[in-house]
């Protein structure tokens, strides 16, 4: 039987897309669960909140696949992660022992962009809806917490 009356196109289409998130997720996730981890301030290894946040983040980005059209999916995880970590910030304000816990959640969450990720000040800033010197500053006073609880 001929391989186009088998599988038809969607289902052909379907399957790669499929595939192609999955290679994505097997690339990122390791990554991104661990920005994930820094942000709960959870301990490695045990880290449920994090795997929640992550999970949405990576279905949200699933929903969205085919729309991408040359978007950056790491980028998008990376927002709507970091998105639903400030939305939820109030649940993660209590820390739990991890590298980031002496930080206020909004601390973490400059600190994981900025110094784990690497985004630009002023792409942080768009991000969090916050003023460039906000961002430059609530860095500068983590960092400073971090060096004096090292």
């Known amino acids: 039987m001929d391989e186009r009356r088998r599988h ?3 289902v052909r ?3 790669a897309r499929e595939r192609d998130f999955e290679a994505y997720v097997a690339g990122a996730a390791g990554r991104l669960l661990h920005a994930a981890t820094l942000l709960t301030t959870e301990p490695p290894g045990r880290a449920p909140r994090a795997q929640a946040l992550l999970t949405a983040a990576l279905a949200a980005t699933y929903a969205r696949w085919d729309r991408l059209r040359g978007e950056d999916p ?4 990376r927002r709507e992660l970091a998105g639903r ?3 939820a910030a109030r649940r ?3 820390p739990r022992g991890g590298l980031l816990s002496p930080l206020t959640p909004l601390e973490r ?3 994981v962009l900025r ?3 690497g985004v630009a000040e002023e792409q942080t800033a768009a991000l969090l809806g916050l003023p460039v010197d906000r961002v430059r500053a609530t860095c500068t006073r983590a960092v400073t ?3 004096r609880a090292s």
């Open 85 to 87: 970590f400030a939305r």
């Open 74 to 77: 790491y980028d998008l995880t």
């Open 145 to 147: 917490v971090l060096r």
């Open 92 to 94: 993660f304000h209590r």
């Open 8 to 10: 038809p196109a969607p």
């Open 115 to 117: 110094l784990y990720e």
């Open 13 to 15: 289409l379907a399957h």
């Open 109 to 111: 969450l400059v600190v």
